[in-house]
């Protein structure tokens, strides 16, 4: 939030907003509100709030954040499960339902990779509330594909696949480990190669290249 910067005063020179895939009007918006707004707890403009990632890009609709927070968000050790503050802190402006429970609770859970019970967490929140965004819809995925449902995975990738997705080098390459997976190699290094070209050669994409290379016995390449 812009009030924050204070904290940052002689430490940096430069902040970095997020936002890579919005419009470059929204964007110069986002600029001036941070750089001109310097009191404000508001994340983002009232009208720029960002739909595709409910239910968290609101903007705090209180005019002083409590002292403690910054300082404990801070120091933080990213043991969310048991400490469980800012979700209280979360909690206390919004008062969520039992549905953000389970979307809370399935965040937490495929952070530490304990993708069955975020998948279910997910599931649950689904049938209470209705609404599943790209993001909810890209980790149901990588839940279903590190269960091994690889199918079931692959139908939502698609999904996202053609869309203006944040994630879509992520989109490609989750659907690249899952032909591969499934033995369907060409396919594979299709979606892999298509991931190289928007994001780079990263050592994770390289890797499962030459394994998708190996399956088509094209060993130069591979190497």
């Given amino acids: 939030m812009p009030a924050n910067l204070e904290h940052y005063k002689g430490i940096i020179d430069i902040v970095k907003l997020e936002g890579r895939s919005a419009d470059t009007k929204v964007l110069m918006r986002e600029v001036k509100h941070f750089s001109e707004n310097l009191e404000s707890y508001n994340y983002c403009l009232p ?24 300082e404990k968000v801070n120091l933080c ?24 429970d389970y979307y809370l609770n399935g965040c937490m859970y495929f952070r530490k990779k304990q993708y069955g019970l975020a998948l279910d967490c ?8 209705g609404q599943i965004d790209e993001l909810l819809l890209f980790r149901k ?6 269960l091994g449902e690889f199918v079931r995975a ?13 994630l879509i080098p992520d989109v490609r390459i989750n659907l690249g480990q899952c032909y591969l997976a499934m033995g369907e190699y060409a396919e594979a290094v299709k979606e892999l190669e298509t991931a190289q070209t928007q994001e780079g050669s990263s050592v994770n994409i390289l890797v499962h290249l030459g394994i998708g290379y190996e399956g088509l016995g094209k060993f130069e390449e591979g190497l």
């Fill in 47 to 70: 009208d720029e709030q960002l739909v595709s990632s409910y239910p968290f890009y609101h903007p705090y609709n209180v005019n002083e954040e409590p002292a403690e927070v910054f």
């Fill in 77 to 100: 050790d990213r043991n969310c499960i048991d400490c469980n503050f800012c979700r209280k802190m979360w909690e206390s402006f919004y008062k969520p339902g039992e549905h953000i």
């Fill in 154 to 166: 692959m139908e939502l990738l698609k999904r996202l696949s053609s869309g203006r997705y944040l």
């Fill in 141 to 146: 995925a990588v839940c279903y594909k590190e």
């Fill in 122 to 129: 997910f599931e649950k929140y689904t049938s209470l509330h």
